[in-house]
């Protein structure tokens, strides 16, 4: 599957203002830096899509793009900035935790997570919350061009480790890169599959 149209509808703090919930929905999250915008981009085939590198301290907010008329793809603001404030930091909390309870059309959630990386508290700990909280969810490992391919899997694995001590099993996941585009069919396979049931 290929995306032929992406379109920018909006930018939100709170979750009321979003466009009305007619068409299912996908959102993407992860700490900042994991490469979401990159991702993003990738799988609408547009560089400029989502804005790559958003600096800390910049308003955060909730980006609805509409696909193919179909279904909208959510760019929800990053966690984990290092110089964030608590007052933002409560404030980020409190609007994303605002929209993934209470938005309807919200099929599932895509966490990303750095490949390159260690398991992260921060991540296991979202990741849980979105569990506890019957979220659907499902996870995406950025980056994988730099990392050799037997890394990959090691990396996957020290997730596993990790989230098994909360999960019963692993959530679905896939592995992606900006630069080779992998995931890119996988990922769109997904949602069209949900899209069309
Ligand atoms: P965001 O803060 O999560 O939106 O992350 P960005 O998309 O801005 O990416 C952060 C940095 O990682 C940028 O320098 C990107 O060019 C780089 N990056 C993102 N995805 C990939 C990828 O799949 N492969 C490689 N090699 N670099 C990537």
Redesign the pocket.
């Known amino acids: 599957m290929k995306i032929k149209e992406a379109v920018f509808i909006c930018s939100n703090t709170d979750y009321k203002r979003c466009p009305r919930g007619d068409k299912p929905e996908y959102a993407f999250i992860?700490?900042?830096?994991?490469?979401?915008?990159?991702?993003i981009n990738?799988l609408v085939g547009n560089k400029k899509l989502?804005k790559?590198?958003?600096k800390p301290g910049k308003t955060q907010l909730i980006n609805h793009f509409l696909i193919d008329n179909l279904w909208y793809l959510v760019d929800l603001p990053?966690y984990g900035w290092a110089k964030v404030s608590k007052t933002e930091r409560v404030k980020w909390e409190k609007m994303v935790r605002d929209y993934l309870l209470r938005r309807e059309n919200l099929q599932c959630v895509f966490v990303?997570i750095d490949t390159r990386i260690d398991p992260q508290a921060i991540d296991i700990n979202f990741i849980n919350w979105l569990g506890e909280k019957g979220i659907p969810l499902v996870l995406v490992f950025?980056?994988?061009?730099?990392v050799k391919t037997n890394k990959v899997q090691q990396s996957v694995s020290k997730f596993k480790k990790q989230l098994l001590t909360y999960w019963e099993e692993m959530p679905e996941y896939f592995l992606?890169?900006?630069?080779n585009k992998a995931g890119q069919n996988e990922i769109l396979g997904f949602i069209a599959n949900i899209n069309d049931n």
């Open positions: 992860g700490r900042s830096n994991v490469g979401k915008s990159s991702l990738m989502a790559i590198s958003s990053g990303l950025t980056k994988i061009d730099k992606s890169s900006a630069v």
